[in-house]
């Protein structure tokens, strides 16, 4: 009988799996099942096999023009994508309301055609005529939004769109003077210059922070609290990064026994 030959074959832990039809293509001679190989040899090839498919890598390799062009697409933040779709909206209803209303029609394809002459002059229309809901005048900061959402729709469909906030952009000149003229007008009749002052803390309320002990020496805690709360007070910070900024050399101790500042 003759002797049985033994092929011992080394497989690297790290080796990919290889598919045994395409063991069979490129040797006649090799088992095309896995019930024909060593089953050691099969069980590793089954699992390295069983390992790509389920990680993911044999993915597909080619991609089609509109799947490049998603990964090309720029992210833009929620929020962005928001402000610009309410910026369009605005603009819009403006549009809407001002073609029912006067002789002279806006462009329906003013954004996206983007002839610098005409933008120049319906923006300014829109500049002066946009108003709220409620009818009431938007606040210069506001105006100055709605402009930016505008221009992120416009470079949206045109990477090549001028800035037609820039003020070195001459091709807007009248728009810029404009949107000047407007802003000091609303400021000068209160619109949009109202702002939101904290209210300060009166003596007695003052005086319950330390005897309920959250401003105090008794307590490292208690001690920082009551070193925030009188830089505060006596330097009129106004935020954690003036605070943060705040440095040991500001302060100097005068011969009268008071600090001071500087």
């Not at 011992?8 to 090799?30: G, Y």
């Not at 933040?77 to 001002?98: D, G, I, L, R, Y």
């Not at 045109?158 to 407007?182: S, V, W």
């Amino acid at each position: 009988m003759a002797e049985e030959t033994v092929t011992t074959v080394s497989i690297p832990v790290n080796a990919p799996a290889v598919p045994l039809s395409f063991i069979s293509e490129r040797d006649e001679n090799r088992p095309t099942s896995l019930s024909m190989i060593d089953p050691k040899i099969a069980y590793i090839l089954k699992k390295k096999e069983d390992e790509i498919q389920n990680s993911g890598h044999n993915s597909k390799r080619f991609y089609s023009v509109t799947e490049l062009n998603q990964l090309e697409c720029k992210f833009v933040p929620p929020k962005t994508q928001a402000s610009t779709k309410w910026a369009t909206t605005v603009f819009e209803n403006w549009v809407t309301h001002h073609n029912i209303n006067e002789v002279e029609k806006c462009p329906l394809d003013l954004l996206t055609d983007q002839e610098p002459t005409a933008l120049n002059y319906w923006l300014k229309r829109f500049a002066v005529e946009a108003r709220k809901t409620n009818g009431e005048l938007y606040p210069p900061k506001t105006l100055y939004l709605l402009f930016s959402g505008l221009l992120r729709y416009m470079r949206s469909k045109n990477p090549e769109c001028p800035n037609i906030l820039l003020k070195d952009c001459h091709l807007f000149d009248g728009l810029h003077n404009t949107l000047g003229g407007l802003f000091r007008k609303l400021r000068s009749e209160g619109v949009g210059s109202s702002s939101k002052n904290a209210e300060p803390f009166t003596k007695e309320e003052e005086n319950t922070l330390w005897k309920d002990g959250i401003m105090g020496t008794h307590s490292p805690q208690s001690l920082l609290n009551a070193i925030f709360f009188y830089n505060g007070k006596g330097c009129c910070l106004r935020g954690g990064e003036e605070h943060q900024n705040l440095k040991l050399s500001q302060f100097r101790k005068i011969e009268n026994g008071y600090i001071h500042i500087h």
